[in-house]
DNA sequence: CACTAGAAAATTTTT
DNA sequence: TTTTCTAGTG
């Protein structure tokens, strides 16, 4: 089946691909292919949603031996090559802060009572669709929405939306390079401007559309996996190709999976079978945590009494602490594990959240930054309280300031010099913590750190992400924990999405997974009564429950426990 | 405008 | 419980 997709030929590809079943592979072979073929890289555009995704295939592309790479990005950046080759500029793109401090603004500007995060949450879901008129919307809404854009323009700024509006409109105009070949991953994650790009563009080009309808878990941002089924309309003629074997998880976990999503047919494992998956039931969310730090414990090999250099070759039976994640639904859940997991000394790494007065430090150096590159200067102004006037006169400096490539320190302490711009030290570490002032780039450009780095899976630690971020990777042992009801589906969310994000979590395991759940939970300050989550009715009989709390394995009582449950 | 007290909210996330 | 938001003061 594979190789059908990679080889696929004539008209249109739907690729319905379940997790684990060589996704990127089929993905990456087909550029291969194309390459092979005698298509040029010009003609040929690879669209992802993150840029992580992106480096990704350009990564397995070059080690392929590819030569030249064809063209390969999120749709954002695609957006943004289109509109800057349309108007000759390059646009200047509000990052997350920037766009809430410009809200605020908007809102104070239309005199609207409402909360700034709510309206524009709903205006930036609007905008992210064809087929509503902003019209028909309630005055609250059209008067922030109009002081808002007013204000965009007036700096000459734009938002992510309003980038991709744009390319729709150039892209519906006719009026741009032609391609040949159009391959989307994730299709399942598209939004409805997306869409119409990637419909649009097929009208002239091949398309080739990847994805999993069951793990679409981005409906709250505007996606939708009904654009899977809609495409066989859309793009005709089409062929569909669904890869029905999967080579990262055991059967036992596909078919445990499958019954969660009311799937007839699972995925056929390709893996030797192995694999078990075990269910516990904790009295609160400390004998939890502390249960699954214990087991980690027990599987690493007994870190707390092993030396540490013995760490790093698992002898047999035992894991490297780097096989192992434990995901959570929201980042809240994750406080009790860490405090855990720190007592017994299990190294672990969470993805770095940054603090609103991080976040603010860091506008304040971007500001200053861009400033100096010379883009949307009247914005970027008018957020440092600078004179426009007295900026004019110092243009001499500012060219010389984006050129030079100053370090973090020496660009900030010119501005302190000539701006009188201030900035507590505590602001500026923070700075020089996250940013970096890129070296490669030209013009230069800010770097955050992270981004760069990445998590880097080869330090022995235990990863702790949530459910979404955990999407596309795999680890030999999975927990999820605080499976509860509440928080799995969380409060008044989307049931089905949260099926489908338990859908995802599971099937990160190649081997062995746990889930957790636990009878009460301090959330917020308050405890709140939970329990298993409703999602786990139904497909208890693939588990093998843990005996409550002293994390030994209930060996004679399976059947009294499992009652028990629910 | 900068600061702050008191109120209100608190997922999930990328660009 | 902790963080974020916002209106109101200085």
Request: glycine share 6%.
């Amino acid at each position: 089946m594979q190789e059908e997709a990679v080889t696929s030929d004539g008209c249109h590809l739907l690729i319905v691909a379940g997790p684990g079943t060589g996704k990127t592979m089929v993905l990456v072979s087909r550029i291969l292919f194309l390459l092979k073929r005698g298509e040029k890289p010009e003609n040929i555009l690879a669209v992802t949603f993150t840029n992580k995704a992106a480096s990704e295939i350009r990564r397995r592309l070059s080690r392929a031996g590819a030569g030249r790479l064809p063209r390969i990005g999120t749709f954002h950046s695609w957006a943004y090559g289109l509109v800057s080759e349309k108007t000759g500029t390059r646009p200047y793109v509000l990052c997350e802060r920037e766009q809430m401090d410009l809200l605020r603004e908007a809102r104070q500007g239309a005199g609207i009572k409402a909360g700034a995060k709510d309206i524009f949450q709903r205006l930036s879901l609007l905008k992210q669709r064809v087929d509503v008129r902003l019209v028909d919307q309630d005055q609250d809404l059209l008067a922030f929405s109009e002081e808002y854009h007013r204000l965009l323009k007036k700096y000459g700024v734009w938002d992510y939306d309003d980038l991709l509006l744009k390319a729709l409109k150039i892209i519906e105009s006719g009026d741009y390079a032609c391609l040949k070949h159009v391959l989307v991953d994730e299709f399942q994650d598209v939004n409805p401007v997306q869409y119409r790009l990637v419909e649009l563009t097929g009208r002239r080009a091949r398309v080739t559309a990847i994805g999993d309808p069951n793990q679409s878990i981005y409906g709250f941002r505007g996606a939708s996996p009904s654009y899977m089924e809609r495409c066989k309309e859309d793009l005709r003629p089409v062929s569909i190709i669904k890869l029905n074997v999967a080579y990262r998880c055991p059967q036992k976990v596909l078919d445990t999976a499958a019954s969660l999503m009311g799937v007839k047919r699972p995925l056929v494992s390709a893996r030797p079978q192995s694999g078990h998956i075990r269910f516990g039931l904790f009295e609160n969310e400390q004998r939890e945590a502390n249960w699954i730090a214990t087991e980690i414990d027990r599987m690493a090999g007994g870190l707390s009494f092993e030396s540490f250099n013995m760490r790093n070759q698992a002898s047999f039976g035992e894991r490297s602490l780097s096989d192992i994640c434990i995901l959570y639904r929201a980042k809240v859940l994750s406080a009790p594990i860490e405090a855990a997991l720190s007592r017994r000394g299990i190294p672990f790494h969470v993805p770095v959240r940054l603090s609103g007065t991080e976040q603010k430090a860091i506008t304040l150096f971007r500001h200053l930054f861009e400033f100096s590159t010379g883009r949307a200067m009247d914005y970027h102004l008018s957020r440092l309280g600078i004179k426009t006037e007295e900026a004019r006169r110092l243009s001499s400096f500012l060219e010389g300031v984006a050129q030079k490539r100053h370090s973090e320190d020496k660009f900030l302490e010119s501005f302190r010099q000539v701006f009188h711009v201030e900035m507590t030290e505590e602001e500026a570490s923070m700075i020089r913590k996250h940013i970096r002032i890129s070296e490669n780039d030209v013009p230069a450009s800010l770097i955050f750190k992270e981004e760069q780095d990445g998590v880097d899976f080869s330090v022995e630690a235990v990863t702790l992400m949530t459910l979404h971020a955990s999407k596309g990777l795999e680890f030999p042992v999975v927990f999820l924990a605080g499976v509860d009801r509440e928080i799995m589906p969380w409060k008044e969310t989307d049931k089905e999405e949260e099926r489908r994000l338990l859908f995802v979590g599971m099937t990160r395991s190649s081997d062995r997974l746990f889930i957790t759940s636990s009878r009460n939970r301090r959330l917020y300050g308050k405890r709140v009564r939970t329990g298993p989550s409703p999602f786990l009715k139904g497909i208890e009989a693939f588990f093998s429950p843990v005996k409550l709390g002293t994390g030994r394995p209930a060996k004679k009582s399976i059947r009294r426990k499992q009652k028990n449950l629910f």
